[in-house]
């Protein structure tokens, strides 16, 4: 792995373009940082638009090449603009990581709220069907590259109280596998990963220290994840490297599924 603060013109990556949903913060941007490291031109897309601006420029600032962009994953508008601002920058777009967090409500199916469904699935799911659909025709336009969509062990076990989160989650897998086959023929890869519970702001803000240290005994490993963990799966799938790799999904998660699938009640 390269020095943190050196970029690589041979890393795999001269030349092309990524594009980063939710590159402001943790997973995303931490996958930027990986691949201007090896010679990408990044777009960091995210609602928090200081997040992705910071993102930026601390690639900038090291000698990479990235830019930001505005993006509510929520609205196809606003990602078809990602992708046009990709295409207009830096000449095409080759790769791109659809990473969509959406919040959780923590409460039984019986007890949900119907708008939270909505909102949930909206983000969750539709959010990254809304990145292949302007993502693909930008990746074939350019003779091909490779996709990866962030699922998350959510998306292959349950969680008793989580319905909307594990739906669009599991749908994620699917959707993976349709896209990497309708599109092998153009050259285009497209591969999901299911990270565990990762060491991030959005995490921690959402459970607090306290939960995350519980939550560290669930994993074999004994820890929990940590953005750099995800990011070097996912720089691999992008890579050259991945080359015979299209329509699976890898497991991110110290251990996590390898004990709880098949449980009783994997709620985390």
């Not at 959780?104 to 292949?132: A, F, H, K």
């Not at 459970?207 to 799966?233: C, F, S, W, Y």
């Amino acid at each position: 792995m390269a020095d943190s603060n050196t970029y690589e013109t041979g890393g795999g990556f001269a030349g092309r373009v990524a594009l980063i949903t939710g590159g402001g913060s943790g997973i995303g941007a931490a996958t930027a940082a990986h691949l201007a490291r090896r010679g990408a031109s990044v777009v960091i897309a995210d609602i928090a638009n200081d997040n992705a601006e910071a993102v930026a420029k601390a690639i900038v600032n090291d000698g990479g090449k990235a830019s930001a962009v505005h993006a509510d994953i929520s609205d196809p508008a606003q990602l078809k603009a990602a992708v046009e601002h990709a295409v207009n920058t830096y000449g095409g777009l080759h790769h791109a990581l659809n990473n969509v967090p959406a919040a959780v409500p923590g409460v039984s199916v019986g007890d949900i709220d119907i708008e939270d469904w909505q909102r949930v699935i909206n983000t969750g799911l539709s959010g990254v069907l809304y990145g292949l659909r302007y993502q693909i025709p930008a990746l074939r336009e350019a003779g091909g590259g490779s996709i990866v969509n962030v699922s998350s062990i959510a998306g292959v076990w349950g969680a008793s109280k989580n319905a909307g989160y594990v739906t669009a989650k599991h749908a994620i897998l699917g959707l993976t596998k349709t896209a990497a086959l309708h599109h092998a023929r153009d050259g285009i890869r497209v591969n999901a990963v299911c990270p565990a519970f990762i060491r991030t702001p959005l995490m921690l803000n959402g459970i607090g220290e306290d939960r995350a240290k519980q939550l560290e005994t669930k994993h074999p490993i004994g820890r929990l994840g940590e953005a750099e963990d995800v990011a070097n799966m996912i720089v691999f799938l992008l890579s050259p490297a991945a080359s015979f790799i299209t329509g699976s999904t890898h497991l991110v998660d110290g251990g996590f599924t390898a004990g709880y699938i098949g449980g009783s009640d994997t709620e985390a």
